[in-house]
């Protein structure tokens, strides 16, 4: 007992029980098992062995450390809520640029020159005020075929990717890869730029989890042939499908997700960060120069 919980002594100078250190009218014969403190019923809070006091719970649970998924995540019931909310982003500007507003899709797209501003500063290359098309075009798509297979494969591979890494860090996987292949598809278009989907992104995504299988060591073998697949297929119809945009997401994807997945666990945090912070800075760093250099 505490010191100043001194047995209280009987009519007859016998010892009785300790009083409860919360309600010290009350006697009682049981302790708390962390700070031995006396507790009576009402105080009892009970515990794998015995009973412990309300402020010893209390603590015991502040110093319970939050789990962790594997890549420093928080594990979710729903591990693929980003992913249905960017599926229903797509489909929502879709119905809005195709049916409701249909010139909406020129202001939203990714384009630094169209008809008829094949020879004025245009888009994105009008300045800063314009860069809202790096994000914007990622949602936008150009026919129901296109929509489809892009958010076929963002169902494919996007559950997985954000259950292991978490809400978070999936979410700026995503978006720096979607931005950086717009901004490869700014570099290398230049003035010519007309580019639109969610293509850049999901590259990243395959990327990602082409690193993701390297490091549970699961054979490379079906993700290479995926990736394999898709790059004969961008470069076959490189007249209808932005490779710039597909490239520049790939390897955004494949940076970002050596970072996120490689990185050691006592600064995984900081160096998680610095990653993404590191390709978002290229990424505008490749804009900055393309358009001054189109502005010079």
């Known amino acids: ?6 047995a209280r002594t009987g009519a007859e100078g016998g010892h009785q029980l300790p009083g409860c250190y919360r309600h010290p009218e009350r006697e009682t014969g049981v302790a708390c098992g962390r700070c031995g403190r006396p507790i009576c019923p009402e105080c009892m809070v009970s515990a794998s062995v015995g009973f412990q006091c309300p402020e010893c719970v209390q603590g015991g649970h502040r110093e319970v450390r939050r789990a962790r998924t594997r890549f420093g995540g928080l594990p979710v019931a729903d591990g693929a809520l980003v992913t249905k909310t960017l599926i229903g982003l797509n ?8 049916y409701v507003r ?14 008829p501003h094949w020879f004025e500063t245009y888009g994105v290359a009008a300045g800063p005020e314009q860069w809202y098309r790096l994000v914007t075009a990622m949602f936008v798509h150009g026919g129901v075929a296109h929509l489809v297979m892009n958010m076929v494969s963002l ?10 890494l978490g809400r978070l860090r999936f979410t700026g996987l995503y978006v720096v890869s979607g931005l950086m292949g717009g901004a490869f598809s700014y570099l290398f278009a230049g003035e010519r730029l007309n580019s639109v989907g969610a293509s850049g992104a999901i590259f990243g995504l395959l990327g990602a989890t082409a690193v993701l299988y390297r490091v549970s060591r699961v ?3 079906p993700v290479i042939a995926l990736l394999v697949f898709n790059l004969v297929i961008t470069f076959s119809l490189s007249s209808v499908i932005d490779w710039r945009a597909h490239l520049g997401g790939l ?4 940076v970002t997700g050596v970072g996120l997945m490689y990185a050691p666990q006592a600064r995984r945090g900081l160096v998680q960060g610095l990653t993404v912070a590191g390709v978002l800075a290229a990424t505008v760093l490749i804009v900055v120069l393309q358009t001054a250099r189109l502005n010079g």
């Open 219 to 221: 054979p490379l073998g």
């Open 155 to 164: 169902w494919v591979l996007g559950p997985q990717l954000e259950r292991v």
């Open 91 to 98: 489909l929502l500007v879709f119905v809005l640029t195709e």
């Open 1 to 6: 007992m505490l010191p100043d919980e001194s």
């Open 102 to 115: 249909p010139e909406w899709w020129d202001t939203l797209a990714l384009q630094s020159a169209a008809p």
């Open 251 to 254: 390897v955004a994807g494949a």
